[in-house]
């Protein structure tokens, strides 16, 4: 690693960011279900029907990982709670050992000098909510409100920082139109309405926390670049489309209050009535800090045999690809830092809430040699370092991810974790990624 701490600002943050249902394990301690366990029980929506029951077993070994992340001298550490163990039926009664859990979790990390960054939700539904439509319902917005208010009042005046939603593209377009997450619905309208709501809902809890006294508020959104396949009309106009879905819908609406016209082509139709005052009384309102997840790019191509709308295909190029198949492509995080900045946000800070990639790490002689995982780091780093040179107010890099964890739909294959999990015995080892951002960040 060429970098030192020192060639970034005094005051950047590094960091390491896990998520709830990937690691800590569910289904125990009074929490009810979530969409996710019994998304895992359908056929052929998990590799190997896996799920996250035990996952890192993180919510009995917290203290043993936030040794490791104090060890690795990272400044901060970022988490989410998990809804259906706060709240077993999504609303209503609560689950008092699992607000507990999350009060101890919020001590130890202090403990250990640690700046807690809050996601308060990151992808694991209550199931009793999905039966009542989930995101597609019109009340969610009120429920998540609430949910964030508990949340809050127990640990809301210790956190650094509270983001709402972690990319609401994977809550709504990923797992209502193209069916790859819970809840696997290939349905426009479904993804339409999912696409408002979970943006009025990321309103709702704003209002909600600011009125609680909460200046620290932000989003997670996650950007992919859309490159044209080719330099036909077609094509360009694909990715045109491709990038309003993907990475202008979000931004657009909070920062704008409008929503763009290319994905509006497709999606009026579908939209909840009134979605316009949405905009206006929810969506539109200031953030404190914006998180920028970025892994890859894809190339985009019109699909003129496909009758259903969007009309396009994605695939990958010809660069090196991570264990999950995607490109390696750090240009795409400094254009969207970049762009991001000139176009939506102008100079409000900016973190890389989750960057990283999946390997197929082995252990030999008790000890990970990620040396692609190195590099893929120093690249970021670099991109991130020349958006601090052209004036993008970034504030920070958290890696993607403290642990080997539950990844989603592919269930426990891919390793992004710069610890390796060992998913029989649990025990961590720290990979020599690891030892990299350790010796950087050793003050
Ligand atoms: O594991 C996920 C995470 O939950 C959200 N962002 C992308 C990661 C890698 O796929």
């Known amino acids: 690693m060429a970098f030192t701490r020192k060639d970034f600002p005094e005051d950047f943050i590094f960091g390491a960011a896990t998520a709830a249902y990937q690691i800590e394990g569910s289904q125990f301690g009074g929490a009810g279900r979530s969409h996710w366990d019994t998304f895992a029980k359908g056929p052929h929506n998990v590799i190997r029907a896996e799920d996250g029951a035990t996952a890192c077993d993180h919510y009995n070994r917290f203290e043993e990982d936030l040794d ?30 699992g607000l507990d859990f999350y009060d101890r979790l919020t001590d130890s990390i202090l403990e250990r000098g640690l700046k807690p ?20 319902n019109p009340d969610i917005h009120n429920w998540f409100g609430d949910f964030a208010e508990i949340i809050d009042q127990k640990i ?13 593209w994977c809550v709504s377009y ?49 950007f992919e670049y859309a490159h044209p396949k080719s330099n036909s009309k077609d094509d360009i106009k694909a990715a045109a489309i491709q990038d309003a879905l993907y990475n202008r819908w979000f931004i657009e609406a909070m920062s704008k209050g409008c929503y763009p016209q290319e994905a ?30 970025y892994y890859t790019r894809s190339l985009v191509a019109h699909a003129s045999n496909d009758p259903c709308w969007p009309h396009l295909s994605t695939s990958n190029g010809p660069l090196p690809q991570t264990q999950m198949g995607w490109e390696i492509y750090p240009e795409g995080l ?10 939506y946000i102008g ?44 004036g993008v107010n ?4 958290f890696y993607w991810s403290l642990l080997d964890n539950f990844e989603w739909a592919f269930g426990y294959e891919k390793r992004f974790g710069m610890v390796h999990v060992d998913f029989e015995t649990q025990k961590r080892t720290p990979k020599d990624s690891f030892y990299m951002l350790q010796n950087m960040l050793e003050r």
């Open 264 to 293: 509006l082509a497709g999606l009026e139709p579908h939209l909840p009535e009134h979605w316009q005052d949405d905009l206006k009384t929810h969506i539109h309102q200031p953030l404190d800090w914006l998180g920028v997840n």
């Open 117 to 136: 960054f809050l996601t308060l939700y990151h992808w694991d539904l209550p199931a009793a909510l999905a039966d009542l439509g989930g995101w597609k």
């Open 394 to 397: 970034l504030k920070g890099f």
């Open 174 to 222: 990923l797992s209502h139109m193209l069916g790859h997450h819970a809840p696997g619905l290939r349905d426009i309208r479904a993804a339409a309405r999912s696409m408002h709501h979970a943006l009025k809902a990321h309103g709702e809890a704003i209002t909600r926390l600011r009125s609680r006294g909460r200046d620290n508020l932000g989003i997670v959104l996650n």
């Open 68 to 97: 490791i992340m104090k060890a690795g001298n990272f400044d901060a550490y970022r988490f989410s709670t998990s809804w259906s163990r706060v709240l077993p039926e999504g609303k209503g009664q609560i689950n008092q050992t």
């Open 347 to 390: 100079e409000l800070p900016i973190y890389v809430t989750e960057n990283g990639m999946a390997w197929d790490d082995t252990l030999k002689n008790g000890h990970c040699d990620d040396a692609l995982r190195k590099e893929f780091i120093h690249k970021h780093l670099e991109a991130q370092k020349e958006s601090l040179r052209k």
């Open 156 to 168: 809301g005046d210790r956190m650094a920082s509270i983001a709402t939603i972690n990319e609401p």
């Open 334 to 343: 400094e254009y969207f830092l970049s762009t991001l900045k000139e176009n």
